[in-house]
Nanobody, 115 residues
Framework: QVQLVESGGGLVQPGGSLRVSCAAS????????MGWYRQAPGKERELVAT???????NYADSVKGRFAISRDNAKNTIYLQMNSLKSEDTAVYYC?????????WGQGTQVTVSS
């Protein structure tokens, strides 16, 4: 079992920045791709960004150029740096880790962009 704990969410003004983190623990061998998804009220969960164990990244078009995903394999942690935040970025952000094809999800952290 892999446990994922997100942190760093909160309230930020439009145009501001925020960084969220996700730490993996438990049976963390062979964790491959990790990433961030988000779910806004009344909407389906959507991909934000992913990063492989080899540090290859992939982003949703809506966040390209504004968000950056990174990974520290020594700490089993990934980060999502969010810049130039917009009201439409408001959502619960969920961390995902894949281990031998099995997906594991964190509990989510709320990010609210509002003046």
């Amino acid at each position: 079992q892999v446990q994922l704990v997100e942190s760093g969410g909160g309230l930020v003004q439009p145009g501001g920045s925020l960084r969220v983190s996700c730490a993996a623990s438990g049976s963390i061998f062979s964790i491959g791709t990790m990433g961030w998804y988000r779910q806004a009220p009344g909407k389906e969960r959507e991909l934000v960004a992913t990063i492989t164990s080899g540090y290859n990244t992939n982003y949703a078009d809506s966040v390209k150029g504004r968000f950056a995903i990174s990974r520290d394999n020594a700490k089993n942690t990934i980060y999502l740096q969010m810049n130039s935040l917009k009201s439409e970025d408001t959502a619960v952000y969920y961390c995902l880790a894949r281990q031998l094809g099995q997906p594991y999800w964190g509990q989510g952290t709320q990010v609210t962009v509002s003046s």
